[in-house]
């Protein structure tokens, strides 16, 4: 499945950066190459395979995971790292899910595969478990609530804790791990849902109001164009389009 620079309903969003996200008081690193990919992650628009051609070219992933723990960023390392058993066990962790979400645990495993022996650093930068904001995330998703006023302003906190731990993290990581220091420019994948997009705006919007050069690329699976070949029903694609440009749209009013 290939990679594009944008899709048309991204042209439908307001010019200008999502304000709702509160990010002034966080720093944009500098030396840093970023490249946001957002996905569809769901076999349904068509698997990662071009995963394994932009991990060669990364230093570090980080991937849209809520609710995650130690143990699971340490189970994605030791994939990257190349160990087969913790590639196999995780592979079969999200099998469970095959019944519910068989699009998603499809596409999976095809990351997963293309993760292993990448010799990438991953760190996770979503909502950890038990975090109030994940909680609130998962009620809302089990009860199948729109995207409307009441549950926008839930969606933007955790885009504006992405942003933040994406800025507290880099800085961290250098410090601790060698060679991610020694890297000039670090070059950064953030791997999410096509629906956090705000969130590479709102890092080059700072990025330029703290003079960061930021060398930045926005990419998407094809399939974030929601076209008709790409899902089943022309409601089913007005109703997806018209979530995505409302919410976009909501983050860059004024309050």
């Not at 720093?27 to 068509?46: A, C, I, K, L, N």
């Not at 961290?172 to 950064?188: D, F, G, H, M, T």
Request: net charge negative.
């Amino acid at each position: 499945m290939p990679l594009v620079q944008s899709v048309p309903w991204v042209e439908s969003i307001i010019d200008a950066p999502p304000i709702r996200l509160h990010y002034q008081d966080v720093e944009v690193p500098e030396d840093m190459q970023f490249t946001f990919v957002g996905t569809r992650h769901d076999e349904d628009g068509g698997l990662p395979d071009y995963l394994r051609g932009i991990l060669r070219e990364t230093d570090l992933l980080l991937p849209e995971l809520p609710g995650w723990d130690a143990q699971l960023e340490r189970s994605y390392q030791k994939v990257a790292d190349g160990d087969f058993s913790a590639r196999q066990k995780i592979i079969q962790a999200t099998e469970r899910l095959r019944k519910i979400a068989p699009g998603q645990v499809a596409w999976q495993r095809t990351m997963f595969q293309a993760l292993f022996n990448s010799k990438v650093k991953v760190a996770m930068v979503d909502y950890p478990y038990r975090h109030p904001g994940d909680r609130a995330l998962q009620t809302i998703l089990a009860q199948g609530m729109p995207i409307n006023e009441d549950t926008m302003p839930h969606f933007a906190r955790r885009d504006e804790f992405i942003v933040k731990e994406i800025c507290a993290a880099i800085p961290r990581l250098r410090q601790e791990n060698r060679k991610l220091a020694s890297k000039e420019p670090l070059k950064v994948l953030a791997l999410f849902g096509a629906a956090h997009v705000a969130v590479y705006h709102a890092l080059v919007a700072k990025a330029e109001e703290q003079g960061v050069n930021l060398s930045e690329q926005l990419l998407f699976e094809e399939s974030v164009a929601f076209t008709a070949s790409s899902i089943e029903t022309a409601e089913d694609l007005n109703i997806t389009r018209e979530e995505y440009i409302r919410y976009q749209n909501w983050l860059r009013k004024p309050e």
